[in-house]
């Protein structure tokens, strides 16, 4: 049963916690292994794994519930004191109240002199962690069946194991964390590493999770091929291979081809957004990109960059030019504003018949003026999402994936929710992206993806294939970034050169 790097060797489906529970027991009678076989595999599966990261390890600790991931925690514990490290098992809660298969995995851990604590007679602290020289924290405390709110004493518990400077892995997730929607309710196990079993879970590559689950390790129990034949995917991942077809250039092909975009926004004193998404577009293959900006920008946004073409600055004259009529695709939004000027191009692009990306202040004036469509790309961040849908921030991050779908369902089109794990959804599928980091977290990011997008559906027959396509790229590319230079100080403007290269190269 080999463990493998998630992101390294993807699946390309990921299950919301509730389909798991649901259908495991189902999915393992079929091949012939009962429900507490399947709990030895996956301690078996998380100790040879703790084996191959740790193989100096002597001195363990592992925190369990009384649920089956508890039980999955005993059959670590008993393995590991089989192959002679030192056991010590923090249990919290009472044997009376195990029962089913996590009962019978403590009845045989109960067979070894393992050292049993319990957290009704001692509290975990700081002191007893540093006191007694743990190599590694197993965390088997809540499954992926958690929800809600943690009580206490447990989330002192929690909170200890993240101010220790102990490893911790989790298995199956982090406590805490919701492996549905990636949310954390009141507090999570920070995990240097998570091993999830049989297949990925949604919640644990969206939202909080960045922070929560660490290097991500998948092991299929041997049931993930039969579980994803049998099981409608709630979600797919894309990263790696499974991504779109990156454009290829016809050799014959001219800029006429390709055709041209029209980039509208940049209100007064806000010049820097639409000369970003303007840019990023020539750097992703646009061959033509007319800007329309606040007369006061104009020369701010052209500078530098003499490749980009000065569109007129308002709504009447811009409807009766030929960068109007002959726009492909039209972008906007960055740095539009909530103005007068803003509301009469707003109106302007929702009701022509071109295909349209909508970022930013495009998206504040859509949440005030709701319109419908199955042609545009809506690019929101969590506070923009809130105000399409009239909810809070909390109310967004406490599940992305009802927030991505009910956005789709309400606004048409494609959607593309940002953060950690950025959601793309129309209304037939919803992809999980994996690729990006946290130094993208700066100004001018979101107008840069823009800019990607818009430039795609200019070159791929499919507005859905350049979205996913460009959400990857965006986020590759500040990868590339990172790795060189680093995440601190990452400016949205250093994505250009690697977008231009990934778009060239032939392997990502």
Known sequence: MPVCKLL???PQSAYSATQVLEHEGEIAEKV??????????AGSSFFNHVRKMMPGLTNLLVVCGKGNNGGDGFVIARLAYEAGIKVTVYFCSEADELKGDALKAFEKLQKTNI????????????????????????????????????????????????????PVFSVDVPSG?????????????????????????????????????????????SLNDDFQYSILESAAIQGGEFIPKKPQRNEASHKGHIGLLLAIGSNQGLPG???????????SGAALVAVSCHQDNQQLVLNGRPELMLAPDSADKLLDSPFFEKAKVLLIGPGLGQSPWSKALFDLVINSNKQLV??????????????????????PHPGEAARLLGCTVQEIESDRFAAINRIVEQYGGIC?????????????????NTS?????????????????????????????????LAVFLHGKAADKVAKEKGKIGMLASDLYPYIQQLLNENEM
């Open 8 to 10: 390294d060797s993807l």
């Open 32 to 41: 012939g292994i009962s429900l507490y076989r399947l709990m030895e595999k």
């Open 115 to 166: 050292s049993v604590l319990y957290q009704s007679e001692m509290q975990l602290t700081p002191h007893f962690l540093s006191d007694n020289n743990f190599d590694l924290v197993v965390d088997a405390l809540f499954g992926i069946g958690y929800q809600g709110d943690m009580a206490e004493p447990l989330a002192t518990a929690v909170n200890v194991l993240n101010h220790v400077d102990i």
């Open 177 to 221: 964390l919701e492996a549905s929607t990636g949310h954390v309710p009141t507090t999570a196990v920070i995990a240097d590493q998570t091993v999830t079993f049989i297949v990925a879970k949604q919640g644990l590559l969206s939202g909080q999770a960045a922070k929560h689950v660490g290097e991500l390790f998948l092991s299929s129990l």
């Open 273 to 283: 957004a639409i000369r970003l998404a303007s840019e990023s577009a020539l750097r």
């Open 358 to 379: 909508l970022d930013a202040d495009a998206l504040q004036l859509l949440a005030q003026h709701p319109h419908k469509r199955d042609d545009w790309v809506l690019t």
């Open 416 to 432: 593309v929710l940002k953060g950690a794990g950025s959601l793309i959804a129309d209304a037939n599928n919803l992809w999980i």
């Open 436 to 468: 990006g980091n946290s130094g993208m977290a700066t100004g001018g990011m979101g107008d840069v993806l823009s800019g990607i997008i818009a430039a795609l559906m200019m070159q791929l027959d499919h507005a859905i294939d350049a979205t996913r």
